[in-house]
């Protein structure tokens, strides 16, 4: 076993990654099952004791969510409706333990294709706050993921908090998960929408993620400009094509073949959208 740390102020955290090479460690849940079997050797940067990461905040502009935010802590949170596309996704992942113990950042950090948090985030228009000795930057989470496994973060970051801007009229938003079985399960398809709406119901904003279908969750842009300017009715979802999800790239694994999940994606963004249209 190599160095631990776990310190409580933020200063220490960046000083002690700009030091010297440190694995991140927020609820384990990832970090664990990545290490069955093999000796932890690494050295570790606890940072589950960093005030600085912990609580949601909000002012006029957004909400704050802190990296050290667990699931549980989210699904618990008195949020808006528009929440939904990720507290709906915060109650199927994992079970209850998981979510007692896994955090946003974690799940974003990850970077797996499979993390149900990432589309709902992208719906949300979630940009990652991170930080390092050098100071603070904001990333847009488009620009965070940059595929499996793969993040923007530098060697001497961390991701301190998730920022999501409120809606500028009314808001509502879905989250739809496939697996294999309801509960407990790794995605085959996962789907967040969030359409803002005018007082006469007219759709001004739409922001639609698949999850699962590409090494990193994707936005659908084209279908999200085929949704502007028409009312949020019952039908919506009709509007949904194949060629609206070419951002995607499917693969074929052990959980489902790629034209399965093209399949299947079509039918979650449909039902997504019918779903928003339920007054
Ligand atoms: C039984 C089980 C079921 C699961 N089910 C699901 C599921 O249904 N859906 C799903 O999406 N996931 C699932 N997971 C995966 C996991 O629980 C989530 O991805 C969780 O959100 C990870 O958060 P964590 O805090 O545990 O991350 P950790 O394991 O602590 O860390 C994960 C990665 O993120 C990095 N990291 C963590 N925090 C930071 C930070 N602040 N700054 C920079 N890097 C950081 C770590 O270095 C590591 O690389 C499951 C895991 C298990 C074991």
Redesign the pocket.
């Known amino acids: 076993m190599g160095l631990y740390l776990r310190p409580t102020e933020i200063e220490e955290a960046v000083a002690a990654l700009a030091a010297g090479k440190l ?12 290490r069955v079997g093999k000796p932890l050797s690494e050295d570790i940067l606890d ?2 004791a960093l005030a600085a ?1 912990r609580g949601i905040s909000e002012d006029e502009r957004s909400f704050r969510i802190g ?2 935010v ?2 549980s802590e989210l699904t618990a949170a008195d949020l808006p409706q528009w929440f939904a596309c990720l507290t709906l ?1 915060a109650r ?4 209850r ?3 007692n ?12 294709p ?5 589309p709902g985030l992208l719906a949300l228009d979630a940009a990652v706050e ?1 930080a390092s000795a050098k100071g603070t930057r904001l990333l847009p989470l488009g620009e965070c993921i940059l595929g499996n496994r793969c ?1 923007a ?1 530098a060697a001497d ?4 908090a998730i920022v999501i801007p409120k809606p500028r009229g009314a808001a509502r938003s879905t989250f739809l ?1 496939l ?1 294999a079985r309801k509960y ?4 085959i398809v996962m789907v967040a929408a969030l359409l803002e709406t005018t007082s006469d119901g007219t759709i001004a904003a739409a922001r639609i993620a698949v999850g699962a279908c590409s090494a990193v969750a994707r936005r659908l842009a084209a279908l999200e400009h085929d949704l502007l300017g028409r009312k949020l009715v019952s039908g919506i979802g009709d509007i949904v094509t194949a060629p609206h999800l070419a951002p995607l790239a499917p693969i074929d694994d052990v959980r489902a073949g790629a034209a399965y999940r093209s399949d299947a994606g079509l039918a979650l963004v449909a039902r997504g959208l019918e779903q928003l249209a339920v007054p």
């Open positions: 694995t991140i460690l927020a609820g384990g849940t990832d970090f664990y099952p990545a940072v589950t990461l990296a050290a667990r699931w996704a199927e992942i994992g079970g333990q998981i979510q113990a896994g955090t946003l950042a974690g799940n974003i950090c990850n970077a797996s499979a993390a149900d948090g990432v991170i993040t973060l970051e961390l991701v301190t998960k697996g407990l399960v790794i995605s």
